[in-house]
């Protein structure tokens, strides 16, 4: 069941955050791959605090879909895992990359094997199974969103989804890559599809912040089922600290201290593990392809209330 309440405990803080960041003059750029995210204003900001039994705080934009783009990742990652457990990590690593989210550099030194299921080559190498275990990998993490969240209407934005396979050549270079060492098991132009649809899921930081929740509960889902086991769920955590914010996934652990994940949508969501979740939303980019404002926003929240991990 999702509660909305507006006026208790962490309420003052996101308003107090939301103050700070609209004189906050310095916003990045709007990710500018495609049509549908550079035409984003850079000024809108928006967060969601959600608790473990689904209570929302929010301020400003955060009941605003947005593009939820490589946060999807997480999600991808958390429905394989439940179905394959480690064989995954047969797979794909999960150590840091240092390089950016859409790199091929490491891939060939590496046997087709991505360092990470965050960057794109392991988010390829993740959806793929998760195809290939599904039938359908946009439409279970569809399904999943909906469900966590309590939003029926989250959806696929098809023009987002038309817009990235107008320009993913990128991403079949590392599709195609990865396929000719035996790490992609579905033709590439199929996969392709699913993670182009499931990067354009639109959802807002309430919906995200939600339906992150099942990290918050070490691995149970809103409705009391597991989807992770225990020690799932704190991996998944421990993966989204090292590799979630790319190359910058140190200065985010430094600044932020939590679990996060990051898409160039400017969505930006955190687990405070036993406690609660986070989405924090404003589509300015810093070069790494993080929100200026949301990781601001996060490093705030983590400092006026003293929720992190560390
Ligand atoms: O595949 C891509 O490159 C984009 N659709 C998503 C990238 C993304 O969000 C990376 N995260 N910051």
Known sequence: ???????????????????????TPTRGRPADYIPALAACDPARFGMAVAELDGTVYGVGDWRQPFSAQSITKVFTLALDLAREADE??????REPSGNPFNS????????????????????????DRLHTRTGDAAGTLLDFLRTESGNDRLAIDEDVAASEAAHGDRNAALGHFMASYGNIDNPVPVLLDAYFRQCSVAASCADLALATGFLARHGIRSDGSRLLTQRQAKQVNAVMLTCGTYDAAGEFAYRVGLPGKSGVGGGVIAVVPGRCTLCAWSPGLDEQGNSVAGVAALDRFTTLTGLSVF
């Not at 995954?88 to 690593?93: A, I, P, S």
């Open 104 to 127: 091929l550099v490491q891939l060939e030194y590496e046997n087709g094997i991505p360092r990470n299921p965050f960057i794109n080559a392991g988010a390829l190498v993740v959806t």
């Open 88 to 93: 995954l990590w047969e797979h794909v690593g």
């Open 1 to 23: 069941m999702v509660i909305v309440r507006s006026t208790l405990t962490f309420q003052p803080v996101l308003d107090r955050i939301a103050d700070e960041i609209a004189q």
